[in-house]
């Protein structure tokens, strides 16, 4: 064993020494961060965008003002639902609005009620004693809207096309607000008579910030008008628009995340996330893995190696140091996960703790480590018997295209339809598929699999392992020292029968 | 000029063939070669390409297994127990490129069952015996086939073995790395190792052999001693003399090669075991005048020749 550990220990030594492994460890957890940074930065610039409306009616500027803030009132108070929920205050005071809802809809009635209760401010000294200890302060949402005057140069009673010629300048600009310079999210024109459909309520947004902005514009004047052309008919237009704007209390009964329908999902994003790894690692390793052996082959020096240990003790150490490399670029990933995963916010961190519930079954764990192992050991001997077999990497490609076309092709359609149903036809079908055994298996976990599958498929995996070990061991051995063409199928067969 | 020959030991055989056959699908490469190599000697394993050389030679390490016959190695069956007491040089040679020759060393006496502290210093101790101690920090890659060569020979080397195995030793050196190795091979020998190398130098091993084995075609043609290997070959001698030596005792064959006046110059080949000096005394008795008697002592070469070859028309030379 201690000349195997010795293999072990140079194989591990040479092939983190490659750039090749420092690329492969560090690009891909960078480039997911980075991907990662990429919604923040814009999350950041889109915290409120600036518009200005010319209304030629001169009516609807006031209510434009009251629709916004109560658009962002109801952001307040749905913030401030989400915040006693996931820090459980579950005695508010009798009545309140922001007291778990249950999934009821906030509208606004809820909102003005909210705000007639003297708004945030008096919601969270409400709150406040209720906390636990631990609790974070409330974050205030930014608002998403700020109006401004019209800018200079343009008239109150410029035309349409005056005015949409104007903010055609100001559409990448920033514009000067009480709350410093934000960046152009809207300009509306309101015509003199917009009951005429000939003259149309237009809009000029930059296309990055309306946020439904034009939608709550668009709101205001249709609610004028239809009391308006009530009027007309005679009816009550106060009773008219009350009658058009009530909404009935609605609630919407849905899974807490992590549950019902997301639950199988969230459930498989860990196990998906390792068979992920496992096939990375298991590609990128045996790539590694390959190599060495053949620059072993090329340099002739197996012989000397098998002067000092035998081929099985070769082959068992470099299983071990190339398995040794691939679960180091696995820890560090995960490290960089977990790492990653404390920079999450918390309300996300909250929505995806499900997916770590697998880990509290000791069973479930030592399952993922199990196919995690097995999973490297069934590929890494292919990837290491094509390298005996192989004196080049030209060689070496006539195995290794249909060998990792073999391995990935069922794994993407099995990523595709194991979180719809981890008992479908296909995910079971590949789970007692030795070679396929470790991905379908770690990729069906989350969704819950039955116990006679898993010691069925468990048992099939350790007898394909050890079978493949001591017939491809025989290619291994055999090709080690063989001079000329790599070996044709039919040879590979008399091989493994010696 | 023969090497010393460690007479005085007790030679118990190190290494032991006993009819062993190695057989590669139809190919027969090994065939029924029984042959004993005694502790402390160097042996040459002589052959020409394809002889089955190489293939006897991984049999004693147990890379290839015989297909009938038995092999004793240092006392036991080859594996890993005997592994650690030999040294190995294959004719084919390479090492880890982007490994240091000091670290190569190492390994491969870590590979042995060398300890890490022991195994450091017998590597620097090595690398300094075959002229490589300024270089032992650099890689394999940096260094000169013919300084990787001696760092593969020091790696085979690290382990003081008992029996040292060398494939071809000397291809690729130059004079004075073949000198230099001939001078180690000689001192493992005079320290209590048991040397067998392959070669087709055949002054390598006239100079260096103690015994040697010859085999062609996978089948043993000669072991022995050399000068029991020169005694292979008819005995002749080149002879001036005023008459014909045909008719004297242990003469088979006398060619006249010209002369000048009465005297005749003659290519004279010996009967199977006839002496040169009987010759001589039947000369002077019979009253043969002679002029010239020049006995040739057959190299090694011939011998090689005549053996692998004995209906060719090289031998002689």
């Not at chain 1, 000939?198 to 249709?222: A, E, H, K």
């Not at chain 2, 043969?288 to 002592?297: A, M, S």
């Given at each position: 064993?201690?000349?195997v550990?010795?293999?072990?220990?140079?194989?591990?030594?040479?092939?983190?020494?490659?750039?090749?492994?420092?690329?492969?460890?560090?690009?891909?957890?960078?480039?997911?961060?980075?991907?990662?940074?990429?919604?923040s930065?814009?999350?950041?610039k889109?915290?409120?965008?600036?518009?200005?409306?010319?209304?030629?009616?001169?009516?609807?500027?006031?209510?434009?003002?009251?629709?916004?803030?109560?658009?962002?009132?109801?952001?307040?108070?749905?913030?401030?639902?989400?915040?006693?929920?996931?820090?459980?205050?579950h005695?508010?005071?009798?009545?309140?609005?922001?007291?778990?809802?249950?999934g009821?809809?906030?509208?606004?009635?809820?909102?003005?009620?909210?705000?007639?209760?003297?708004?945030?401010d008096?919601?969270?000294?409400e709150?406040?004693?209720?906390?636990?200890?631990?609790?974070?302060p409330?974050?205030?949402p930014?608002?998403?809207?700020?109006?401004?005057?019209?800018p200079?140069?343009?008239?109150?009673?410029?035309?349409?096309?005056?005015?949409?010629?104007?903010?055609?300048?100001?559409?990448?600009?920033?514009l000067?607000?009480?709350?410093?310079r934000?960046?152009?999210?809207?300009?509306?024109?309101?015509p003199?008579h917009?009951?005429?459909?000939?003259?149309?309520?237009?809009?000029?947004?930059?296309?990055?910030?309306?946020?439904?902005?034009?939608?709550?514009?668009?709101?205001?004047?249709?609610h004028?008008?239809?009391?308006?052309?009530?009027?007309?008919?005679?009816?009550?237009?106060?009773?008219?628009?009350?009658?058009?704007?009530?909404?009935?209390?609605?609630?919407?009964?849905?899974?807490e995340?992590?549950?019902?329908?997301?639950?199988?999902?969230?459930?498989?994003?860990?196990?998906?996330?390792?068979?992920?790894?496992?096939?990375?690692?298991?590609?990128?390793?045996?790539?590694?893995?390959?190599?060495?052996?053949?620059?072993?082959?090329?340099?002739?020096?197996?012989?000397?190696?098998?002067?000092?240990?035998?081929?099985?003790?070769?082959?068992?150490?470099?299983?071990?140091?190339?398995?040794?490399?691939?679960?180091?670029?696995?820890?560090?990933?995960?490290?960089?996960?977990?790492?990653?995963?404390?920079?999450?916010?918390?309300?996300?961190?909250?929505?995806?703790?499900?997916?770590?519930?697998?880990?509290?079954?000791?069973?479930?764990?030592?399952?993922?480590?199990?196919?995690?192992?097995?999973?490297?050991?069934?590929?890494?001997?292919?990837?290491?018997?094509?390298?005996?077999?192989?004196?080049?990497?030209?060689?070496?490609?006539?195995?290794?295209?249909?060998?990792?076309?073999?391995?990935?092709?069922?794994?993407?359609?099995?990523?595709?339809?194991?979180?719809?149903?981890?008992?479908?036809?296909?995910?079971?079908?590949?789970?007692?598929?030795?070679?396929?055994?470790?991905?379908?298996?770690?990729?069906?976990?989350?969704?819950?699999v039955?116990?006679?599958?898993?010691?069925?498929?468990?048992?099939?995996?350790?007898?394909?392992?050890?079978?493949e070990?001591?017939?491809?061991?025989?290619?291994?051995?055999?090709?080690?020292?063989?001079?000329?063409?790599?070996?044709?199928?039919r040879?590979l067969?008399?091989?493994?029968?010696? | 000029?023969?090497?010393?020959?460690?007479?005085r030991?007790?030679?118990?055989?190190?290494?032991?063939?006993?009819?062993?056959?190695?057989?590669y699908?139809?190919?027969?490469?090994?065939?029924?070669?029984?042959?004993?190599?005694?502790?402390?000697?160097?042996?040459?394993?002589?052959g020409?390409?394809?002889?089955?050389?190489?293939?006897?030679?991984?049999?004693?390490l147990d890379i290839?297994?015989?297909?009938?016959?038995?092999?004793?190695?240092?006392?036991?069956?080859?594996g890993?127990?005997?592994?650690?007491?030999?040294?190995?040089?294959?004719?084919?040679?390479?090492?880890?490129?982007?490994?240091?020759?000091?670290?190569?060393?190492?390994?491969?006496?870590?590979?042995?069952?060398?300890?890490?502290?022991?195994?450091?210093?017998?590597?620097?101790r090595?690398?300094?015996?075959?002229?490589?101690?300024?270089?032992?920090?650099?890689?394999?890659?940096?260094?000169?086939?013919?300084?990787?060569?001696?760092?593969?020979?020091?790696?085979?080397?690290?382990?003081?073995?008992?029996?040292?195995?060398?494939?071809?030793?000397?291809?690729?050196?130059?004079?004075?790395?073949?000198?230099?190795?001939?001078?180690?091979?000689?001192?493992?020998?005079?320290?209590?190792?048991?040397?067998?190398?392959?070669?087709?130098?055949?002054?390598?091993?006239?100079?260096?052999?103690?015994?040697?084995?010859?085999?062609?075609?996978?089948?043993?043609?000669?072991?022995?001693?050399?000068?029991?290997?020169?005694?292979?070959?008819?005995?002749?001698?080149?002879?001036?003399?005023?008459?014909?030596?045909?008719?004297?005792?242990?003469?088979?064959?006398?060619?006249?090669?010209?002369?000048?006046?009465?005297?005749?110059?003659?290519?004279?080949?010996?009967?199977?075991?006839?002496?040169?000096?009987?010759?001589?005394?039947?000369?002077?008795?019979r009253g043969?005048?002679?002029?010239?008697?020049?006995?040739?002592?057959?190299?090694?070469h011939?011998?090689?020749?005549?053996?692998?070859?004995?209906?060719?028309?090289?031998?002689?030379?």
């Open positions: 064993m201690r000349e550990l010795i293999v072990a220990q140079r194989e591990y030594r040479q092939l983190t020494s490659t750039r090749s492994f420092w690329i492969t460890l560090l690009a891909i957890p960078l480039i997911i961060g980075f991907l990662a940074l990429i919604p930065l814009y999350g950041h889109a915290g409120a965008s600036a518009f200005f409306v010319l209304d030629r009616t001169g009516r609807y500027a006031e209510e434009i003002d009251r629709r916004v803030e109560l658009d962002y009132q109801r952001s307040l108070l749905a913030g401030l639902v989400d915040y006693a929920k996931h820090w459980h205050v005695a508010p005071p009798s009545g309140a609005v922001w007291a778990d809802r249950r009821r809809l906030i509208d606004d009635f809820d909102t003005e009620a909210f705000m007639k209760a003297g708004g945030i008096a919601a969270l000294a709150i406040r004693p209720l906390l636990p200890p631990d609790a974070t409330f974050e205030t930014p608002r998403r809207f700020i109006r401004v005057g019209l200079a140069g343009i008239a109150a009673d410029a035309s349409d096309e005056a005015f949409g010629a104007a903010v055609e300048k100001l559409l990448s600009t920033e000067d607000t009480p709350d410093g934000r960046p152009f999210g809207l300009a509306a024109y309101i003199e917009p009951e005429d459909r000939s003259q149309p309520v237009r809009y000029w947004t930059s296309g990055r910030y309306d946020g439904g902005l034009s939608g709550l514009i668009s709101g205001v004047v249709l004028d008008l239809r009391a308006r052309m009530m009027q007309e008919h005679g009816i009550d237009a106060a009773a008219g628009l009350a009658i058009e704007l009530f909404y009935p209390a609605t609630r919407v009964t849905a899974p995340p992590g549950e019902g329908a997301n639950r199988i999902a969230l459930r498989s994003a860990l196990p998906l996330g390792l068979a992920y790894l496992l096939l990375i690692t298991i590609i990128v390793s045996g790539t590694m893995m390959l190599q060495g052996t053949i620059e072993e082959r090329s340099n002739k020096l197996l012989e000397t190696l098998l002067a000092c240990i035998d081929a099985n003790q070769l082959l068992q150490g470099k299983l071990i140091g190339v398995g040794a490399v691939g679960l180091t670029i696995a820890g560090t990933w995960l490290v960089f996960a977990i790492a990653g995963a404390y920079a999450i916010p918390a309300d996300i961190m909250e929505t995806l703790r499900p997916a770590l519930q697998i880990l509290h079954s000791p069973a479930t764990i030592i399952y993922l480590a199990f196919y995690f192992v097995t999973g490297y050991l069934v590929t890494a001997i292919l990837f290491l018997t094509i390298g005996a077999m192989s004196d080049s990497m030209q060689d070496a490609q006539g195995y290794l295209v249909p060998l990792v076309f073999c391995l990935t092709g069922p794994f993407l359609v099995l990523v595709g339809t194991v979180v719809d149903n981890p008992g479908g036809l296909l995910p079971v079908i590949l789970s007692w598929i030795p070679i396929y055994t470790p991905f379908a298996m770690l990729a069906r976990l989350g969704g819950g039955s116990w006679v599958e898993l010691a069925g498929t468990s048992a099939l995996l350790l007898l394909f392992v050890f079978g070990f001591a017939l491809l061991g025989r290619v291994f051995r055999a090709s080690l020292l063989r001079a000329g063409q790599p070996p044709k199928l040879d067969v008399r091989l493994m029968r010696r | 000029m023969h090497p010393p020959h460690p007479a030991r007790r030679k118990l055989p190190v290494l032991v063939f006993d009819h062993v056959s190695k057989q699908g139809e190919v027969t490469a090994v065939d029924d070669l029984s042959f004993e190599v005694p502790e402390g000697v160097i042996m040459g394993f002589l020409p390409n394809g002889a089955g050389k190489t293939t006897s030679l991984r049999l004693v290839v297994r015989p297909s009938a016959g038995r092999i004793e190695v240092l006392g036991r069956a080859p890993q127990g005997a592994r650690r007491e030999v040294g190995f040089l294959p004719e084919e040679r390479g090492l880890y490129r982007r490994m240091t020759a000091r670290d190569s060393v190492i390994y491969f006496a870590r590979l042995k069952g060398i300890r890490g502290a022991e195994a450091r210093r017998a590597a620097d090595l690398l300094e015996r075959v002229g490589l101690g300024g270089v032992g920090g650099r890689r394999i890659d940096a260094l000169s086939k013919g300084m990787a060569q001696k760092v593969q020979l020091a790696a085979a080397l690290v382990n003081a073995p008992r029996l040292v195995l060398l494939d071809e030793p000397f291809s690729g050196l130059d004079p004075v790395n073949q000198a230099v190795l001939e001078d180690i091979v000689l001192d493992l020998a005079r320290n209590g190792s048991t040397v067998v190398f392959s070669t087709h130098v055949m002054q390598h091993a006239e100079r260096l052999c103690h015994r040697l084995v010859l085999i062609a075609s996978g089948r043993k043609l000669f072991d022995g001693t050399q000068d029991e290997a020169r005694r292979q070959l008819p005995g002749r001698l080149q002879l001036t003399a005023r008459g014909d030596p045909s008719g004297l005792p242990g003469v088979l064959r006398a060619e006249a090669e010209g002369g000048i006046g009465e005297w005749s110059d003659w290519q004279v080949t010996l009967a199977p075991g006839a002496d040169p000096g009987d010759l001589l005394e039947a000369c002077f008795a043969l005048i002679v002029r010239r008697f020049e006995p040739h002592r057959p190299s090694l011939d011998v090689f020749v005549h053996l692998v070859n004995p209906g060719g028309n090289g031998s002689g030379r």
